[in-house]
Nanobody
């Protein structure tokens, strides 16, 4: 099975930075894409950033210019560098991996890591 483990969340002041890490382990041989989602209280889960198997990246408009997603293929790890954090960024952040499953795909999710932006 595939396991995703997130780390790096915590409490940070507005304008500060955090780097989230997501390490993948298990029987994973190919990935369509990996990404970060977040869910704030009372809101639905939304895509924050994603990186495809070709290296293309995609960001939510609200984080463009502030967040950067990157990957270390050798370490099976994806990162989310978050700069200029705002209170609106407060949420539980989840790592996601989209992998082939037969003729379709299968999504794996991490346990989530809390990011709180507050003074």
């Amino acid at each position: 099975q595939v396991q995703l483990v997130e780390s790096g969340g915590g409490l940070v002041q507005p304008g500060g930075s955090l780097r989230l890490s997501c390490a993948a382990s298990g029987s994973i041989f190919s990935v369509y894409a990996m990404g970060w989602y977040r869910q704030a209280p009372g809101k639905q889960r939304e895509l924050v950033a994603a990186v495809t198997s070709t290296g293309s990246t995609n960001y939510a408009d609200s984080v463009k210019g502030r967040f950067t997603i990157s990957r270390d293929i050798a370490k099976n790890t994806v990162y989310l560098q978050m700069n200029s954090l705002e209170p609106e960024d407060t949420a539980v952040y989840y790592c996601n991996a989209n992998t082939p499953y037969g003729s379709s795909s299968l999504h794996y999710w991490g346990q989530g890591t809390q990011v709180t932006v507050s003074s």
